[in-house]
């Protein structure tokens, strides 16, 4: 019994350690990527932009909200009413955000994201300047009870996904 006990505990730290979650970059090599003073979070990006916003403000940056970015552009969507991309971005340029990021989860049955994806696009020219692709960490079967330990929380993936933000876009210089 003892032995089974022994076998549980390294099968679960071998699954900790071997099954953690996974993040891709991509960046555009014709992007130039300028020091971000200020980004904002696009109001489409729901609760996982909140969550990035939130840890970017806990690290100091000026980061203007999915709220406050839907009132500097009158509440207006991208085609809705044939408001095109630029109109937009030039409406938040001139309110003197640098750049702005979009972001998208797909959540699993229990409520944590399973993929999710962030994405800045710079005000000035409505290039992507950096794609992020978030994957869970899995640890079987969906569902299973080795499954749901391996699973990461909203707030976790977007920790994840801010860090590489910060290194790729080098948001602390001003």
Do not use: F
Not at 68 to 87: D, Y
Not at 121 to 142: K, Q, R, V
Not at 161 to 174: C, D, G, N, W
């Amino acid at each position: 019994m003892k032995a089974l006990y022994l076998l549980t505990i390294l099968g679960t730290l071998i699954l900790i350690g071997c099954g953690g979650s996974k993040v891709s970059v991509i960046q555009s090599p014709d992007a130039e990527i300028k020091p971000i003073q200020r980004l904002a979070i696009m109001p489409e990006s729901g609760i996982l932009g909140d969550a990035i916003a939130k840890e970017l403000l806990n690290r100091g940056l000026d980061i203007v909200t999915g709220d406050e970015t839907a009132v500097m552009v009158g509440g207006i969507r991208i085609n809705q009413l044939g408001v095109s991309a630029r109109v937009y971005y030039n409406a938040l340029r001139e309110k003197g955000v640098d750049a702005a990021l979009t972001a998208s989860a797909k959540i699993a049955q229990d409520g944590t994201p399973d993929h999710a994806r962030a994405q800045v696009l710079d005000t000035a020219s409505g290039d992507s300047l950096l794609d992020i692709n978030w994957e869970d960490a899995w640890g079987g079967y969906g569902g299973s009870d080795a499954d749901r330990v391996m699973r990461k929380s909203t707030s976790e993936a977007a920790q994840e996904i801010t860090k590489e933000l910060i290194i790729k876009l080098r948001l602390y210089q001003k």
